[in-house]
T-cell receptor
């Protein structure tokens, strides 16, 4: 019973174009969402987050959109760069739940030069 | 200065053995975690622990036990290793209601033969 789902295991994008990574969740109690980036042989590193009281959060080339009614969030990277090639994990948490994060299975993004 | 460090990075061992993975964080965080990344790439919470509370994911076999000698360390002990325990194990830490979620270690790849 996966509460956070990333249905696309991989995505390839041309350098300079937009990358859109998607994430769906089933638990309506989730009120905080995060994206992590992971390179091979390294641990995931925090990228960007959004609270459920917002529908958009932007940080440089990265923007996260949240659609609560659809229980869907997405990460936009524009313009995409070869260094963005990594696995991207979506994660969600419930306030007060010992800050435990529930992760999706990740999407491998490949940015082609 | 590694924020969350795990040792060893790789561990190959035989079935039935008992092994430990060490984790240390120098961030002054109050909560530490162990996650398991299985063959399907999901990151699943095993334990979360601070100086007040240990929360155990009910699906974790009791052969796995966390041990915390102090706030900066959370080691993972595994008894009677089984083939299905082969995975990458990530330690992480967090402090308060951080908008950045967790800081992860680089992972320990455990292979049981």
């Amino acid at each position: 019973d996966q509460q956070v789902k990333q249905n696309s295991p991989s995505l390839s994008v041309q350098e300079g174009r937009i990358s859109i990574l998607n994430c769906d969740y089933t638990n309506s109690m989730f009120d905080y969402f995060l994206w992590y980036k992971k390179y091979p042989a390294e641990g995931p590193t925090f990228l960007i987050s959004i609270s459920s009281i917002k529908d958009k959060n932007e940080d440089g080339r990265f923007t996260v959109f949240l659609n609560k009614s659809a229980k869907h969030l997405s990460l936009h990277i524009v313009p995409s760069q070869p260094g963005d090639s990594a696995v991207y994990f979506c994660a969600a948490s419930i306030s007060g739940s010992a800050r435990q994060l529930t992760f999706g299975s990740g999407t491998q993004l490949t940015v082609l030069p | 200065d590694t924020a969350v460090s795990q040792t060893p990075k790789y561990l190959v061992t035989q079935m039935g053995n008992d092994k430990s993975i060490k984790c240390e964080q120098n961030l002054g965080h109050d909560t530490m975690y162990w996650y398991k990344q299985d063959s399907k790439k999901f990151l699943k919470i095993m334990f979360s622990y601070n100086n007040k509370e240990l929360i155990i994911n009910e699906t974790v076999p009791n052969r796995f036990s966390p041990k915390s000698p102090d706030k900066a360390h959370l080691n993972l002990h595994i008894n009677s290793l089984e083939l299905g325990d082969s995975a990458v194990y990530f330690c992480a830490s967090s402090q308060g209601p951080s908008n950045h979620g967790y800081t992860f270690g680089s992972g320990t790849r455990l292979t049981v033969v």
